[in-house]
T-cell receptor
Framework: SQQGEEDPQALSIQEGENATMNCSYK?????LQWYRQNSGRGLVHLIL?????REKHSGRLRVTLDTSKKSSSLLITASRAADTASYFC???????????FGGGTRVLVKP | DTGVSQDPRHKITKRGQNVTFRCDPI?????LYWYRQTLGQGPEFLTY????????KSRLLSDRFSAERPKGSFSTLEIQRTEQGDSAMYLC?????????????FGPGTRLTVL
């Protein structure tokens, strides 16, 4: 079963705009991770945020985590056509354990 | 390329046949995971290993599914008597459990089509 929901399910933006997607989860977590998946391919790890962290940055990516609301957001700044992909959040309840994924947000960046 | 490889990349089989997939993790990684992903959905956990020990199996993993990691390196996932509902992408991931972090690195997946 899925851990939670991603919102929106789909997002269409122009190149150069920012893309924001949200993830909600149901249970307490240890880590929350974001992955990108291009059509028909495997998942690429983007960023990990620990449950005691509130914000992390990596290049054009910014992730926030609000454990009181059981939610996270991923912001991609200055989007590029190459950012077109599905984005998934995934949580684990302890280090090394299985990941539980959301349903994903499909992002289309139009040139 | 994450360093995790899977073989084959695509498999088409007829209902009732057995199939086996292989995953080679990043060499120093001690944990190996199998997930299944159907179209438009997020991956769902199937099972995982620490070294050669299988630590957890999902209820999704029926008796027709078996996974092994005999020497704590590569792993195989076998599906016996395949059904059309088994059609999915099978993803393998690996991680190095050293601390409280748990980045899992995924392979390209094996896409199974059961006719």
């Amino acid at each position: 079963s899925q851990q939670g929901e991603e919102d929106p399910q789909a997002l269409s933006i122009q190149e150069g705009e920012n893309a924001t997607m949200n993830c909600s989860y149901k249970t307490s977590i240890n880590n929350l991770q974001w992955y990108r998946q291009n059509s028909g391919r495997g998942l690429v790890h983007l960023i990990l945020i620990r449950s005691n962290e509130r914000e992390k940055h990596s290049g054009r990516l910014r992730v926030t985590l609000d454990t009181s609301k059981k939610s996270s957001s991923l912001l991609i700044t200055a989007s590029r056509a190459a950012d077109t992909a599905s984005y998934f959040c995934a949580t684990d309840r302890a280090a090394g354990n299985k990941l539980t994924f959301g349903g994903g947000t499909r992002v289309l960046v139009k040139p | 390329d994450t360093g995790v490889s899977q073989d084959p990349r695509h498999k088409i089989t007829k209902r009732g046949q057995n199939v086996t997939f292989r995953c080679d993790p990043i060499s120093e990684h001690n944990r190996l995971y199998w997930y299944r992903q159907t179209l438009g959905q997020g991956p769902e956990f199937l099972t995982y290993f620490q070294n050669e020990a299988q630590l957890e199996k999902s209820r999704l993993l029926s008796d027709r599914f078996s996974a092994e990691r005999p020497k704590g390196s590569f792993s195989t996932l076998e599906i016996q008597r395949t059904e059309q509902g088994d059609s999915a992408m099978y993803l393998c991931a690996s991680s190095l459990l050293l601390s409280i972090r748990n980045e899992q690195f995924f392979g390209p997946g094996t896409r199974l089509t059961v006719l």
